[in-house]
């Protein structure tokens, strides 16, 4: 069984610099693809951005792109998602995700899922 804890959101203003981090048990960990998802108040869970566990091959959402950096550290099981320039429209719960289908822009193409941290960015 895997289990994602997230941990490091916090309350920030709009400008400041964020590092989430994502601690996953389990030894499949290492051979996993990972990804962040977020989710704000009355609205659908969304894709933030994802990385492979082959060549660290990452992808980001339209919106975070360019201010959004994915990592990971397979020897801490622990994957990161590093964000500066926060926006007030980041403001949301972020999730960590194991990634079991095919496609990594979906939700639903993850089997595994952490319980959420809050970032608020205030304006």
């Known amino acids: 069984q895997v289990q994602l804890v997230e941990s490091g959101g916090g309350l920030v203003q709009a400008g400041d610099s964020l590092r989430l981090s994502c601690v996953a048990s389990g030894r499949i960990f290492s051979r996993r693809n990972l990804g962040w998802f977020r989710q704000a108040p009355g609205k659908d869970r969304e894709f933030v951005a994802a990385i492979t566990w082959s060549d660290y091959s990452s992808y980001y959402a339209e919106s975070v792109k360019g201010r959004f950096t994915i990592s990971r550290d397979n020897a801490k099981n622990t994957v990161y998602l590093t964000m500066n320039s926060l926006k007030p429209e980041d403001t949301a719960v972020y999730y960590c995700?194991?990634?079991?289908?095919?496609?990594?822009?979906?939700?639903?193409?993850?089997?595994?899922w952490g319980q959420g941290t809050q970032v608020t960015v205030s304006s």
């Open positions: 995700a194991g990634f079991t289908g095919s496609d990594y822009y979906t939700p639903s193409d993850y089997g595994y």
